[in-house]
């Protein structure tokens, strides 16, 4: 605790002033958070703050951080170039945030001044707790970047490169925690006295454990996992005695509302639906299965729960499980889209399921319910097409920061109607009903941003955001979208 006070004294946090007339000072507490790496206990102790109003206290309070998709695209870029990804850890990094407004905040408890017990601190700089806090902080980093030669993603604000010669350096923000890696070294030991040259900083060495996922650098490219957090899982369950299964869902799993059955725990089932999905930043095997008990959550029932637990059975069986980035393999971008057709047993709807491709590596995946109930096969896997097509635009512009263009993306699809309906530009009766915003691919197939490929069914990757299998078709699925154990 004297070591937080000691590191507000240093950054000039506050100041301890009288309370003006008619203000009302935000209380303090401490709160203590235990957080783990994956070789177990780092401590933080952090005082945080609350009670503000909207308007009085703060303002904006947006700020961005990188999503788990940019940060699986920064390692699929670095595997493929072939440099070592770096991590930064930027120490009491909100409390270098400058605050515009007027806050006042009444002293910490157990730590008032005696001489001065009814005078409260006003802050220059950001403190935990504050909601504009991490909106600050990424104002001061991302000011401190520019200036030193960076330019920040004309798509993901949170990517900030800088470019010599034929040398690229890559730099990624989760908040205090920053990767960043380069085609020379020499830029990375020099990134690294930019950020010391303001901040205090931690260095971490080469990137092992960063937001739940480890990440092992190897010379032949990198393995993406969770293990750890798979097995804290099983654990906090109490999963890690049962039994295994080779598949998260059986085929006919039959999972409907069920009103007859027995109520269980509606905190405990959307709690650890809750775990798994965090598990998806590393696992699309289980993709589909959690978004199918997912919709179970506001009156969970025992069959439900008996299929949650399967997925944490089929865990336990297979914790190593995850995402290889071969350093050998091509970086072309290529897409997969597929649907099932009125799968869900509630209101009819498809499914839709996209995944998004780097030479042979998996770093983005869609498993979504359709907002509209499809009439056929065709419309479903129109709609599924025409979400996929969005995601590519999207993927296509954040490639652009790393200096690729790949228009003209290949996009899989195995239904021939589909591709008919795509590339006919005339409406007609089976296609008029379809919601306009879907009909956009259409221009895109038009102007050469996407190009479309029939794929046959077996060899739809996507197909496994879409549906169940069998144990042995579902791990052909596995191994293609180039998921290992090792």
């Not at 507490?29 to 790496?37: A, L, M």
């Not at 951080?65 to 670095?78: H, N, P």
């Not at 925690?177 to 060495?205: L, T």
């Not at 259409?442 to 794929?455: F, G, N």
């Amino acid at each position: 605790m004297q070591e937080e006070l000691s590191q507000f004294q240093k950054l000039h946090v506050w100041d301890l002033v009288d309370l003006p007339s008619g203000v009302q000072p935000i209380g303090t507490r401490w709160v203590f958070k235990c957080k783990t790496d994956d070789h177990h206990v780092v401590v933080k102790n952090k005082a945080k703050g609350f009670y503000q109003q909207e308007g009085l206290d703060y303002k904006e309070v947006y700020a961005p951080f990188a999503r788990l998709e940019a940060i699986r695209l920064f390692l699929a870029y670095a595997s493929y170039v072939g440099f070592k990804v770096h991590q930064l850890y930027v120490k009491s990094a909100i409390l270098y945030g400058k605050v515009h407004e007027e806050v006042y905040v009444t002293q910490p408890p157990s730590f008032e001044d005696p001489h001065n017990i009814n005078k409260v601190y006003k802050l220059d700089k950001a403190l935990y707790g504050l909601h504009q806090a991490p909106r600050a902080w990424y104002e001061t980093l991302s000011k401190h970047l520019l200036s030193n030669g960076f330019d920040h993603g004309q798509i993901d604000s949170t990517l900030f490169i800088r470019k010599v010669g034929g040398d690229i350096l890559l730099v990624q923000v989760y908040v205090d925690d920053i990767i960043f890696g380069s085609s020379n070294e020499e830029m990375c030991r020099e990134f690294e006295q930019v950020m010391k040259s303001k901040f205090e900083m931690s260095n971490m060495g080469e990137l092992s454990f960063f937001l739940g996922l480890q990440v092992s650098q190897r010379e032949d490219g990198i393995y993406l996992h969770q293990t750890k957090y798979v097995q804290d899982i099983l654990s906090k369950y109490k999963m890690n005695d049962s039994s295994t299964y080779g598949t998260p869902i059986p085929v006919n799993h039959g999972l409907h509302s069920d009103k007859d059955g027995k109520d269980v725990d509606c905190k405990l089932y959307r709690g650890m639906i809750g775990s798994l999905m965090y598990l998806t930043a590393s696992r699309p095997d289980i993709m589909f299965a959690i978004f199918l008990c997912s919709r179970f959550q506001s009156q969970p029932k025992e069959s439900h729960m008996i299929a949650v637990k399967r997925i944490f059975r089929y865990l336990k069986g297979k914790p190593r499980l995850g995402l290889w980035y071969s350093k050998q393999q091509s970086f072309d971008f290529k897409a997969y889209t597929d649907s099932d057709y009125g799968g869900c047993n509630l209101d009819r709807k498809s499914t839709s399921g996209g995944c998004q491709f780097l030479g042979d590596r998996l770093f983005s995946w869609q498993c979504k319910k359709q907002s509209t109930v499809s009439v056929s096969t065709c419309e479903a896997e129109y709609i599924a097409a025409a979400s996929g097509c969005s995601q590519i635009l999207w993927i296509q512009q954040q490639l652009r920061d790393y200096s690729l263009n790949f228009t003209g993306t290949p996009l899989f699809i195995d239904n021939n109607a589909t591709m008919s309906i795509i590339n006919n530009p005339v409406k007609h009766s089976k296609t008029k009903h379809i919601e306009i915003r879907h009909h956009f691919i259409r221009d895109c197939a038009e102007k050469h941003l996407i190009e479309l490929v029939k794929v046959h069914t077996d060899d739809n990757f996507a197909d496994l955001f879409t549906k169940a299998f069998d144990r042995t078709l579902f791990e052909h699925l596995v191994n293609l979208i180039g998921m290992f154990n090792t």
